[in-house]
């Protein structure tokens, strides 16, 4: 008598499942979003037909490409100057002892876990403490505060997996440490400091709260004019600006993270 082999039903794994829905409760909004910014009626309710219109009337908006411009100047000012300090700092950090650097280390990430709103108030208040006028570049001296930290730590991560022993060996063959630095241990953080720097930018230009509150009249950034525009209702050219805006802080996120990894494998082998 042949007796047939019971079949096996799959089993599901509840990680899988959960994974699942925590990927679709991230996600779908962002593919809603880009779904109705084809969307032929200029009611993102109702869907009339696809079309690219919406793309092409971007970069005939006078408002739209003075915010750009605001943003691109204040990011890359922000993050030119963060490089500068938070190489020194995460190297200062990494390879010197002084008094009160456990104290110094934690004030100096205390901007990665402290709440916007408190930096923004925060700055806010130095600002008309010391009757510093509202303008652009206070936008950028308030981005250069939670830019700085960020540039440090990847900086810091990147200090960590080095030789120290490289910049002794220098020295002993006659460099300055001037020179052991710059053409030593600079290339070696590069990466590290390339990284840092395209994850504070994508952090800089979509940031709102903070250029919120320290913004003069006129300087308008990309994420303000998207929130004061919605105010009257989420229209196609704003889904389409939005998904832009995802689109290039998602490819130069991608891009910090392939720099980075190729340089700790680098640095590994």
Not at 42 to 62: E, H, I, N, R, V
Not at 81 to 87: E, F, K, N, R
Not at 161 to 173: C, R, S
Not at 206 to 213: A, E, N, P, R, V
Request: aromatic share 10%; with cysteine.
């Amino acid at each position: 008598m042949n007796i047939s082999p019971s079949l096996k039903k799959p089993r599901v794994s509840w990680q899988a499942v959960f994974s699942l829905l925590i990927f679709v409760f991230m996600y779908l909004p962002i593919l809603v979003l880009g779904f109705y910014s084809f969307n032929q009626s200029p009611y993102s309710a109702t869907w009339q037909g696809f079309t690219l219109d919406w793309y092409g009337k971007l970069f005939s908006d006078d408002r739209i490409l003075s915010a750009l411009q605001n943003s691109m100047i204040v990011a890359g000012c922000a993050v030119a100057i963060s490089a500068v300090l938070g190489t020194l700092m995460a190297v200062g950090l990494a390879r010197y002892e002084f008094p009160g650097k456990k104290l110094y280390r934690g004030i100096a990430y205390l901007p990665l876990i402290i709440p916007d709103i408190a930096i923004a108030v925060a700055t806010l208040v130095c600002l008309a403490a010391f009757a510093i006028p509202l303008s652009l570049w206070t936008i950028v001296a308030a981005h250069v505060v939670f830019c700085l930290a960020y540039v440090g730590l990847v900086v810091g991560s990147r200090l960590t997996n080095l030789d120290p022993h490289l910049e002794e060996a220098a020295l002993d063959l006659g460099a300055t440490p001037t020179q052991a630095f710059i053409k030593v241990l600079l290339p070696e953080l590069m990466p590290g400091i390339v990284a840092g720097c395209l994850l504070a930018f994508v952090l800089s230009l979509d940031d709102f709260l903070i250029s919120s509150f320290t913004a003069g009249s006129g300087s308008n950034t990309l994420p303000m004019e998207i929130f004061s525009r919605i105010r009257t209702g989420v229209k196609p050219d704003i889904n389409a600006l939005s998904v832009m805006l995802i689109s290039v802080s998602a490819i130069v996120a991608i891009v910090a993270e392939l720099i980075r990894a190729s340089g700790e494998k680098k640095t590994f082998k």
